[in-house]
């Protein structure tokens, strides 16, 4: 990081001078204006044609910079800027200081397109975000020491004006006599606004705004000063105030932003503004000095916020591809407020007087307010953990986002060396002749190699592959960096390049195939697939890195992009392609790239049953019955396994990848069943133990407080675990009605304790199947009360404790069984049998008012009400 600083030194020397000279040009201009006894809504409109200027600049400044250069640029404009402030001095007119003011606008547009494209390819993904706080720093401090250049003589001498020329000219001076040279820079397409306000309402209107008060403010802040005779020493630190407010908001605003609903933020700046600007007025009235700084300091940073939080609230709504291509919109839109501002607040002050621009403010600040209002009234707040971070803006209409970190980081393109030069200028004319040459100047100079044969593979006509195949030969022991800098430079062969080089040197292709596959997703498939086919011992570690790399892609996706997220189909496809490529290592590659992506556990479960369901289909076999049995569990053992391996690496997945499972091989239900349920009943287990360790801490079921330990999290666990095991037996039994009874046993076999649950909800799945059953109409009845003593019995054998339960479970959903059902559950101790029979109608009872008092004390299918029960 201290080496891109200091190797961008010269120009943030030269961005600290040249906002000297502007931050004294800032104040000058207005100051003269009123000395010269021109109108307040003339200063206005002349004030306007400098953000007019900069609108022009901001379209057209990238065509400059192409044509001529950065250095020619800056200097460039630096000299119409010198020309410009040193023409003001030739006479007091309005016109002419109008025309001058869109000049000056127009160059500094330019000179901020050649400063940050500079900048920005100076940076790196990690270093971008610190050299732009840098390049901040440095425009707010020229900015605010600027102020105080005005003590240097008096606004009515030319003085000031020649100060401010001198310093535009030795503003060039760092840059001129460095030996740093120019990027290039890249052109892209702006969005419309219409299509950006279509996307960001607020972020578009508060841009527009912020444009509008902005301007107005740090422009006639002067004029205003002056309807109150603050002149000299103290108009500098009035305006100093001014500018050091704007920069230090910026830190709490930011903070606050990025941890609260930005919207509210938003709304509550716009108010305390409104209000303190407001308060300025009397106490200006008063000439309480101290007040009016600190008041116009506080307002001053506000209204600096609003395009920072502006360009955050478009940025929430946006893609990334989209970002930068958007801030020309947000640039326009701010341009145009810039633009009319001024010239707006200055009608009014005008007809109101000076003070009246804090007025103009403040209803500007209140209309926007009330379109926030609106906004949040009919939109969703984005979750603060999805809001894009707010970045500090030095100076408002800027022409560049390539610097902020929250937009997508394109690698500049390095300057070439002389060998390649050379090596390209011998291509162009002669391919042949270049690949011998690019040879030579590696075998002279390894160094240059990787760059030579990169440089050359550009170039049309070169037979690329040829190329390769030459600088394996002079430099072996680069042919890695030799191939990745091949296939960066020619995408389209990078499956042809990475195949060869399997073919030299198998056990090296994992490496080069991963770092292809990182630089460009659209190849990982591929890159896979060659890399496995090398060395199919690999397939695993591929996986594994491939997998977290799309886990980590899809971590740090935007809100907007996430409509467009193909992770989960990229990480079925990598599986398919590498469980192709070594059958053998299915299992490993699946439970990998679950455990990176769970999401894609459940479509890899239907892509490997489809291929296992055609296997099968495919197997004959010739033994007995019971030695095809015994082949027929050994065909499934496979897909229990599966069950339990992607239960374990994607648990919240298990149900699904259980029930696709047995959906594709039925035969597998009950094992799969166990198998899903001991998982279940393990993840339970383990919260348990946790929750053992730290009641461990109390004594007698005390807290270390010496409260009484609620087990709420205990009871929640298993209210889960149970609430899993109906979920399985429903979906189980839609999709095998006749198992239901079977897998209800299994179920409470593994889970004693959802035996009524699993009752209530057999029970009604078995009445509700037989009120759709038009059949057998006269034997409805007989038929339901003999399945549902059939289930009371199954169940009370596996789980003797809670046959009570099991039975008043049974009787809540089908009534009609409830004689056949103490019957059966008192058979042998007639003595009972009263008591069996009380206990059933008292827990019914107290069942249905509980569920009527909006309890769930045990489960029911059916809410409606229930015919008296005949014992």
Known sequence: MRKALLSLIALFSSCIILYLGIGLMNI?????????????????????????????????????????????????????????????????????????????????????????????????????????????????????????????????????????????????????????????????????????YKISPLGVVTCLTSGAVYSALFNLLPVFAAEYHISGFQLSLFMGCAILGAFSMQFPVGALSDRLDRRTILLGLLLLSSVLGVA???????????????????????????YPLSVAEAFDKLKKSEMVSAMGSMLLAFGIGGAIGPYTASLVMSAFGSSSLFYFLAVSQMLLALFTI?????????????????????????????????????????????????????????????????RALTVKNPERGTEVA?????????????????????????????????????????????????????????????????????MRIEMARIAV???????????????????????????????????????????????DA????????????????????????????????????????????DGASEADESDYHDAVEWVSRLSEAAPEQAMDVAATVVEAVPESMFEVTEQYLSATDEDADDVTDSDSDVAETAVDGSDSDGEQAEPSEQTEEAEDEHQKAI???????????????????????????????????????????????????????????QDAVELVNRLREVSPESAEQVAVAVVENIPEAASDVVDAISAGDQSREGEWVDSIDRNSERQVDTRNAGGSDVPSGDDAEKPEKDH
């Open 28 to 196: 000058l201009v207005p100051s003269r204006m009123g000395l010269e006894g021109i109108s307040t809504d003339t200063i206005g409109m002349v004030l306007s044609m400098y953000f007019v200027g900069m609108l022009t600049g901001a379209v057209y400044s990238k065509q400059l910079v192409k044509r001529v250069g950065h250095i020619r640029v800056f200097a460039g404009s630096l000299a119409i800027e010198a020309i410009c402030i040193l023409a003001f001095t030739l006479d007091a007119n309005a016109l002419l200081w109008g025309i001058l003011r869109v000049l000056l606008g127009f160059s500094h547009a330019c000179l901020l397109t050649a400063m940050e494209s500079w900048l920005s390819d100076s940076a790196t993904e990690e270093t971008r975000g610190k050299i732009l706080a840098v390049y901040n720093a440095c425009i707010m401090g020229g900015l605010f020491c600027g102020q105080f250049l005005m003590g240097v003589a008096e606004p009515s001498d030319n003085t000031l004006f020649v100060l401010v020329g001198i310093l535009f000219c030795m503003a060039t001076l760092p840059v001129l006599f460095s030996r740093s040279q120019g990027p290039v820079i890249e052109t892209v397409a702006p969005m419309s606004i219409i299509s950006l």
């Open 280 to 306: 300025i007025i009397p106490l200006a009235a008063m000439h309480m000095m101290t007040g009016i700084f600190i008041l116009c300091g506080l307002t001053s940073g506000m209204v600096a916020c609003y």
């Open 374 to 438: 609106y906004r949040m009234s009919v939109s969703k707040a984005l979750p603060v953990e999805d809001q894009e971070g707010f970045v500090m803006q030095g100076e408002a209409l800027t022409t560049s986002v390539y610097l902020d970190p929250r937009t997508e980081y394109t690698e500049p393109e390095a300057q070439l060396s002389a060998e390649a030069e050379l090596a390209i200028s011998i291509a162009e004319s002669d391919p042949a002749a270049a690949v011998k040459l690019a």
């Open 454 to 522: 990169a440089a050359v593979a550009k170039v049309p006509g070169i037979d690329v592959m040829r190329l390769y195949e030459v600088m394996k030969e002079a430099a072996p022991y680069q042919i890695l960096e030799i191939t990745q800098a091949i296939v960066k430079a020619k995408p389209d062969l990078a499956a042809d390049l990475v195949s060869r080089l399997a073919e030299w040197y198998p056990q090296q292709v994992i490496p080069v195939a991963i770092e292809v596959g990182r630089v460009f997703p659209e």
């Open 533 to 579: 086919a090398s060395a199919p011992e690999s397939a695993t570690q591929v996986a594994e890195y491939y997998a977290r790399l799309i886990a980590e892609e899809r971590e740090s996706m935007r809100p907007a992009d996430r409509e467009d997220d193909t992770s989960e189909a990229d990480a079925l496809n990598m599986a398919t392609e590498l469980w």
């Open 582 to 625: 070594n059958p053998d290592q299915a299992l490993d590659i699946a439970v990998t790239v679950a455990g990176s992506v769970p999401e894609s556990a459940v479509a890899m479960t239907e892509e490997y049953m489809s291929h296992y369901e055609s296997e099968a289909d495919s197997e004959e076999t010739d033994s007995t019955a």
């Open 727 to 785: 979920e399985w037996l429903t979906r189980m039994s839609e999709l095998s009605p006749e198992m239901s009874l079977n897998l209800a046993v299994k179920i409470v076999e593994a889970v004693p304790e959802s035996a009524r649950y699993v009752a209530a909800e057999v029970a009604r799945l078995l009445h509700e199947s037989y009120q759709t059953d038009n059949t057998g109409l006269n034997d409805k009845p007989a038929s339901e009360i």
